[in-house]
Each structure stands twice: as structure tokens, then as C-alpha cells.
């Protein structure tokens, strides 16, 4: 079965400085999604940025963007010039990408992250 | 992509009673999901809502608590039935489009309190 550790619970931030949240995974599937998403206080999932195991090239979305280490199983996510509005608990997702019964996400423990003005 | 309206957003419920969950997407999805995000816990999958036949749920979720219907391809509901207090949490409605989609989208969430 695959599992998703992230071993931050919280971590904090500068306003306008970069982080790194980090997060692990175990599978023994070679084809597979792995994703940030965000839970601001609204409740709202709200995907951050996404990876496909199969492409080498680490995703970039803005701001965000990963480390994608296949073989280390390792899944960071940093975050430049940190806003405000970044605030909120992120969690790592693992996806199958076989889909039938394994279309679910696999979610971490999630982390909490403040950004200090 | 998906836009998916689930409702209620919130309720307050009395324990024994139950409530049904609404989850209605714009556009035929392949598949969806119901997830439980206990308090300041992360989320767990309760169940895959098959379309035209019985969900598959997870271990530690079963059909008399956690009914669900897909009557088609939009439109999903979950029973949380004879509530406990345990059962306060939020649900949340999730859909991955149909295609070769990556990404899952997901509902507003219900938080749901048991008094």
C-alpha cells in the first residue's frame, strides 16, 4: 500500500522569504501523480501544483515549485517570496495513475504554515 | 477542469439523527469520492461512489453508517446516519474528471457538528 509522510507538523516563514515544506512517499508503482494541495481556513482544497513521476523535470507553478527525487522517493515543495496569503495547511497527495479503484488521493499528515509579517 | 457545489456547507446536528450530503458537479465525471477530515487531522477516503451500483468503501467505513447514492454521473450524495459526537467533521465531495486528468477537484467542504 503507499503511504505519505510529511514530518513537519508546522513550520514558519518571513513574509517575502522562501521555504521549503518536505514530504515523503513509499509505493512500488513506477507511474504516478504526486500533488501539493492547500486548506486555507476556508476549507477549501485548493491544488497548488502537480508532478508526474514520469517527467524528470521538477514542476513550476509562479511562486511554487518542487524537488522531485524519484528514487529518494522525495517530494518538497518551496515557496519564494512568501505571502501573507500563503498561510494555510498544505498536504502532499499521492495518486495511482492505473485510475479504476486507486483515482484516490493518498493524502500526508499535512503542514501547517504561518507567514510572519 | 470540474466546479463542484456541495451542500450543506455547514449543519449542527443532534445526535441519533442523520444528514445526507449533497455533491453536484458541472460536467460528467468518471469518478468521485467522499472524504473525512477529522479535527486538525489530515484526510481519509471513506468511499469510491460507483455510479449505477453500490459504493466501495474503505476500512473502518461501513454501508449502514455511511450510505451513499450515485444515481449518475453529476450528482452524489453521503449519509452520515445515527450520529455520535465522534462523527463531528468535515466532508468533503471529491471528482476526477473523466480523460486522462491528473488532478482531482474538490467540493467546499461540510463541517458538521454532533451535539
Known amino acids: 500500500a503507499q503511504t505519505v509522510t510529511q514530518s513537519q507538523p508546522e513550520m514558519s516563514v518571513q513574509e517575502a522569504e522562501t521555504v521549503t515544506l518536505s514530504c515523503t512517499y513509499d509505493t512500488s508503482e513506477s507511474d504516478y501523480y504526486l500533488f501539493w494541495y492547500k486548506q486555507p481556513p476556508s476549507r477549501q482544497m485548493i491544488l497548488v501544483i502537480r508532478?508526474?513521476?514520469?517527467?524528470?523535470q521538477n514542476a513550476t507553478e509562479n511562486r511554487f515549485s518542487v524537488n522531485f527525487q524519484k528514487a529518494a522517493k522525495s517530494f518538497s515543495l518551496k515557496i519564494s517570496d512568501s505571502q501573507l496569503g500563503d498561510a494555510a495547511m498544505y498536504f502532499c497527495?499521492?495518486?495511482?495513475?492505473?485510475?479504476?479503484?486507486?483515482?484516490?488521493?493518498?493524502f500526508g499528515k499535512g503542514t501547517k504554515l504561518s507567514v510572519k509579517p | 477542469s470540474a466546479v463542484i457545489s456541495q451542500k450543506p456547507s455547514r449543519d449542527i446536528c443532534q445526535r441519533g439523527t442523520s444528514l445526507t450530503i449533497q455533491c453536484q458537479v458541472d460536467s460528467q465525471v468518471t469518478m468521485m469520492f467522499w472524504y473525512r477530515q477529522q479535527p486538525g487531522q489530515s484526510l481519509t477516503l471513506i468511499a469510491t461512489?460507483?455510479?449505477?451500483?453500490?459504493?466501495?468503501?474503505e476500512s473502518g467505513f461501513v454501508i449502514d453508517k455511511f450510505p451513499i447514492s450515485r444515481p449518475n454521473l453529476t450528482f452524489s450524495t453521503l449519509t452520515v446516519s445515527n450520529m455520535s459526537p465522534e462523527d463531528s467533521s468535515i466532508y468533503l465531495c471529491s471528482v476526477l474528471p473523466t480523460g486522462r486528468v491528473a488532478e482531482a477537484f474538490f467540493g467546499q467542504g461540510t463541517r458538521l457538528t454532533v451535539v
Open positions: 497527495a499521492y495518486r495511482s495513475s492505473y485510475g479504476g479503484s486507486q483515482g484516490n488521493l493518498i
Open positions: 461512489a460507483n455510479q449505477g451500483s453500490e459504493a466501495t468503501y
Open positions: 508532478q508526474e513521476a514520469y517527467k524528470q
